[in-house]
């Protein structure tokens, strides 16, 4: 009888060993409404929870902020939606400022665990980006597999350091085709006065191109995301007015003086560039004489450095994003070459990409915004996979008439008086 009783206890502990350890409680459908602020490992945060909470969570990445200190709390631009739906969100401003998502995503993560211990579990995490928060939204739900059920971007940089290499390739075509040496400059002023004396002379302006300008807006428009037969993005222009000259970017000589990971990653090695033809300069005139920019050593490392490495393509969970035709700053050739990167994964049945016909950097319609976020809570809780655009169409020029409630007046396809 003993001996019995002995190899009862010992069995109920070796049980008691692989019991999985306490988790928050699930969502309540009785709980209160909860506003919260405060700091968490230097960033400051905002937690919203509705009164009988159904439990979903966004956790909200915003864009860039520039400048010293650490960021500021920004409200998703889908605050009174996600709550009127009956879900919570949370945001970080980030221990800091500047283009540092490796940083952010940790940021995030901490953020989520807060809202576990302190709210509750939820039953399901959508991380929701904008700008340099699509990069966010990207390598989190590439690299932290299961952290996250949904992820929503819009504008976003969602080919992770694609944009960097965007941009670069855009100075360097500016470099070779007005024959300034910009990418010589010692320092940011020598750079600006590059610029204001020398490339714009050369080159033109939007609207006001000399005759190697409209080479470069050629190269350009192909950099942005036109498609195989040519057509440009519509309101392509309109939107690169004022980014023209933001988009060149100063480069330290000496790559490894330089501070900011993002241009330490920065690589145009890859780089194929296009232009219309009877413009004076071919593509293989172009391509071979552009100068190629290399990443400083290790800076591209999937070991090393992960978050600057180039995005896989291989999301475990649905992701949304939204994104504009004549978005200049962070252009529609990102979502091109991300939709190529899932292809090549076998993951682009859990992408789906939606265009609207606008010149602006983040300014959708607040209804495209909310049906994207209803939709791809559908496909989460459903398994209704939503519709989508095919941003690798070879023929593009009617690319988002869906998803624009109201056309642009400069729109191609506007109704004229």
Same mark, same amino acid.
């Given at each position: 009888m003993r001996a019995n009783v002995a190899l009862l206890l010992l069995l109920l502990a070796l049980a008691a060993s692989f019991i999985a350890p306490p &988790?928050?409680?699930?969502?309540?459908?009785?709980?209160a409404a909860v506003s919260r602020t405060g700091t968490l490992g230097d960033a400051s945060y905002r937690i919203e929870v509705p009164a009988d909470w159904r439990g979903g969570l966004v956790v909200f990445a915003h864009g860039i902020q520039r400048g010293?200190?650490?960021?500021?709390?920004? #409200?998703?631009?889908?605050?009174?939606?996600? @709550?009127?739906?009956?879900?919570?969100?949370?945001? #970080?401003?980030?221990?800091?400022?500047?283009?540092?998502? +490796?940083?952010?995503?940790?940021?995030?993560?901490?953020?989520?665990?807060?809202?576990?211990?302190?709210?509750?579990?939820?039953?399901?995490?959508?991380? %929701?980006?904008?700008?340099?928060?699509g990069h966010i939204v990207v390598a989190s739900l590439e690299q932290r597999p299961?952290?996250? &059920?949904?992820?929503?971007?819009?504008?976003?940089?969602?080919?992770?350091?694609?944009?960097?290499? %965007? $941009?670069?390739?855009?100075?360097?075509?500016?470099?070779?085709?007005?024959?300034?040496?910009?990418?010589?400059?010692?320092?940011?002023p020598a750079f600006a006065q590059l610029?204001?004396?020398?490339?714009?002379?050369?080159?033109?302006?939007?609207?006001a191109y000399t005759a190697r300008g409209r080479q470069f807006d050629s @190269? @350009?428009?192909? $950099?942005?995301?036109?498609?195989?037969?040519?057509?440009?993005?519509?309101?392509?222009? &309109?939107?690169?007015?004022?980014? %023209?000259?933001?988009n060149m970017n100063y480069r330290q000589p000496d790559l490894e003086q330089e501070p900011t990971p993002g241009a330490r990653a920065a690589s145009t090695v890859h780089v194929r560039y296009r232009i219309d033809p009877g413009l004076g300069l071919t593509e293989d005139e172009l391509n071979a004489r552009v100068r190629r920019l290399h990443p400083a050593k290790g800076a591209r490392s999937p070991a090393a450095d992960p978050v600057y490495a180039e995005r896989?393509?291989?999301?475990?969970?649905?992701?949304?994003?939204?994104h504009e035709t004549g978005d200049a700053w962070v252009p529609? #050739? $990102?979502?091109?070459?991300?939709?190529?990167?899932?292809?090549?994964?076998?993951?682009? +049945?859990?992408? @789906?990409?939606?265009?609207?016909?606008?010149?602006?950097?983040?300014?959708?319609?607040?209804?495209?915004?909310? &049906?994207a976020f +209803?939709?791809?809570?559908?496909?989460i809780e459903r398994g209704v996979r939503p519709d989508g655009e095919d941003v690798l169409a070879s023929d593009l020029s009617r690319i988002g008439l869906k998803w624009t409630p109201v056309l642009h007046p400069e729109d191609p396809l506007a109704p004229r008086r």
């Open positions: &988790q928050a409680p699930l969502a309540d459908a009785g709980t010293p200190g650490p960021g500021a709390v920004a #409200s998703p631009p889908l605050a009174s939606h996600i @709550v009127g739906a009956g879900h919570a969100w949370a945001a #970080s401003g980030y221990r800091a400022r500047e283009y540092r998502p +490796d940083l952010f995503i940790e940021d995030l993560v901490a953020l989520r665990e807060l809202f576990l211990n302190e709210i509750g579990r939820p039953r399901w995490t959508i991380i %929701y980006g904008q700008s340099m928060g299961g952290l996250y &059920q949904g992820g929503l971007a819009e504008c976003g940089l969602v080919d992770g350091i694609g944009i960097a290499d %965007y $941009l670069f390739a855009y100075t360097a075509a500016a470099e070779l085709i007005s024959g300034v040496p910009l990418l010589d400059a010692p320092d940011k610029l204001n004396e020398r490339v714009v002379p050369a080159l033109g302006m939007p609207g @190269v @350009v428009k192909y $950099l942005m995301g036109a498609d195989a037969r040519g057509n440009d993005l519509p309101l392509r222009l &309109q939107g690169l007015r004022p980014r %023209y000259l933001p896989t393509g291989r999301i475990t969970v649905p992701l949304l994003t939204l529609l #050739s $990102l979502e091109q070459a991300y939709r190529r990167r899932t292809l090549a994964a076998g993951t682009q +049945d859990l992408l @789906v990409q939606r265009v609207m016909r606008a010149p602006s950097h983040c300014g959708f319609y607040g209804e495209t915004r909310e &049906q +209803d939709d791809l809570v559908a496909w």
